[in-house]
């Protein structure tokens, strides 16, 4: 079947523009995350929903972001007024988790992401 | 909080031969879940090999398997036989286990990565 997709696979835009990032998860998966990556670093935690209810949105920088799943299924991650500094890899993963006991179940697959350039 | 180091930045390997990556974690929890994820220059981000906390025997993918130290918290990554192909970074991860009811969303915090190259 088909994986975790996100587009679009690349994103240049102004500073002060908005711009939206979207994610298709593996069909039936519950669990669906969003993650920023640095360039040489490792993925850093944004948000969480489980089907469309965002249970965690700890690690979102601050009220320009913002994400939605509304239907369970794709989720879009909006950033307000971009800043250079929003420049990154954003990810988005997700698993199954029908069972959180279970660690296949848990297990994290990951879209190709979208590299965001902000000037 | 969880922490995750990862403390080779960079590694080599000669092709068909073996190496280990390294990654120790810091945490309270009994209850816990550990994967390695490899990014090639394609910048994919892919499922090596995962091992619950809870698991004594050490799990094995193929050419990958772990070396996984509860008691040291710790969680190294072996490579036989190393290909070409292997060529990439290399990120170990943790998250802590769920359970009906609890507030654990699940999300993986991840080390700083060790690049590997694999030469012909």
């Known amino acids: 079947g088909a994986g975790v997709s996100q587009s679009p696979r690349y994103k240049v835009t102004k500073r002060g523009q908005d711009v939206a990032l979207r994610c298709d998860p593996i069909s039936g998966h519950v669990s669906l995350y969003w993650y920023r990556q640095a360039l040489g670093q490792g993925p850093e935690f944004l948000t969480y929903?489980?089907?469309?209810?965002?249970?965690?949105k700890s690690g979102l920088p601050n009220d320009r972001f913002s994400a939605e799943r509304p239907e369970g299924s794709i989720s879009t991650l909006t950033i307000q007024r971009t800043e250079q500094r929003d420049s990154a890899m954003y990810r988005c993963?997700?698993?199954?988790?029908?069972?959180?006991?279970?660690?296949?179940?848990?297990?994290?697959?990951f879209g190709p992401g979208t590299r965001l350039l902000v000037l | 909080a969880q922490t995750v180091t990862q403390s080779q930045p960079e590694m080599s390997v000669q092709e068909a031969e073996t190496v280990t990556l390294s990654c120790t974690y810091d945490t309270s929890e009994n209850n816990y879940y550990l994967f390695w994820y490899k990014q090639p220059p394609s910048r994919q981000m892919i499922l090596v090999i995962r091992?619950?906390?809870?698991?004594?025997q050490n799990a094995t993918e193929n050419r990958f398997s772990v070396n996984f130290q509860k008691a040291a918290k710790s969680f190294s990554l072996k490579i036989s036989d190393s290909q070409l192909g292997d060529t990439a970074m290399y990120f170990c991860?943790?998250?802590?286990?769920?359970?009906?009811?609890?507030?654990?969303?699940?999300?993986?915090?991840f080390g700083q990565g060790t690049t590997l190259q694999v030469k012909p």
């Open positions: 993963a997700s698993s199954l988790a029908l069972r959180v006991l279970l660690a296949k179940q848990e297990t994290q697959y």
């Open positions: 091992q619950e906390a809870y698991k004594q």
């Open positions: 991860a943790f998250m802590k286990s769920r359970y009906v009811g609890s507030s654990n969303t699940g999300k993986l915090i």
């Open positions: 929903f489980n089907y469309e209810a965002q249970q965690d």
